[in-house]
């Protein structure tokens, strides 16, 4: 692996959490303001241009690496997410809920490695 | 969690469509990408030549739709649970290809699959005591 691909995958990863936050974010605004207010539509255009570049990115390397080797990191996003959205959006992450990420994280690097 | 419609509107039925939409699209994307490799070009790290590929197109279309209803669970569910819960869909793949397909699946990846459904289902636990609150 070159110093390239490592880059690639870590801002797939980055691109991907990064636009999951935002859009939950952008979902929240809805409940109080509906549909039909800026904030709404410059966050969600935010988040989709993130996921974008993230699906872009691991189409790219879908072509150079096997699916086995790039899961991994795909995985590891499940447990980053969880504590992102604890830090950035003050979400509640249980002990519970903290423990179940990390066997899922835990779980899809092993599937995706054998 | 604040009250939500029930039926096609249940943000659990969503969670089920938008992972069973990713399923499907992620095998049509890896074929689609395979098809369409070209290591020449000088914009393959980008993956836009796989645009060529219809199956690719198709993966599109499901991945809209199950982004559109992933949008719909995180307007009532918050990230930390929905998306762990969303990751089912990584077992559901080796699952799919060993009873559909055949394809042998060994040791250190069922511990892994054993490691992933223990997850969810620490996961979830919560939230079933949640639902019945409610």
Not at chain 1, 52 to 79: A, C, E, K, M, N
Request: hydrophobic share 55%.
């Amino acid at each position: 692996m070159t110093l390239l691909s490592l880059v690639l995958i870590l801002l797939a990863l980055v691109t991907f959490v990064g636009g999951q936050l935002i859009l939950k974010r952008a979902m929240e605004s809805t409940v109080a303001h509906g549909l039909r207010q800026s904030k709404f539509i410059a966050l969600l255009g935010c988040g989709i241009f993130l996921m974008t570049i993230s699906f872009f990115l691991t189409l790219g390397l879908l072509q150079r690496f096997d699916l086995s080797y790039l899961y991994p990191f795909q995985g590891l996003s499940v447990i980053i997410i969880s504590v992102m959205a604890a830090i950035m959006l003050k979400e509640k992450l249980t002990w519970q809920l903290t423990i179940g990420s990390l066997l899922i994280s835990a779980g899809i690097v092993l599937v995706s490695m054998s | 969690m604040r009250d939500r419609p029930s039926g096609f509107g249940n943000p659990w039925l969503q969670l089920v469509l938008s992972v069973m939409c990713v399923l499907v699209s992620e095998l049509l994307l890896k074929r689609g990408a395979t098809e369409t490799a070209d290591p020449a070009s000088e914009w393959s790290w980008t993956g836009i030549n796989s645009l060529a590929s219809p199956l690719v197109w198709w993966a599109i279309i499901l991945i809209i739709i199950s982004f559109i209803s992933w949008l719909y669970v995180l307007r009532y569910i918050p990230l930390t649970i929905a998306f762990p819960l969303s990751r089912v869909v990584d077992i559901l793949v080796p699952l799919g290809c060993w009873f559909f397909l055949g394809e042998a699946i060994s040791a250190r990846r069922w511990c892994g699959i054993a490691l992933v459904i223990i997850g969810l289902a620490v996961t979830a636990k919560p939230v079933a005591r949640l639902e019945e609150r409610l």
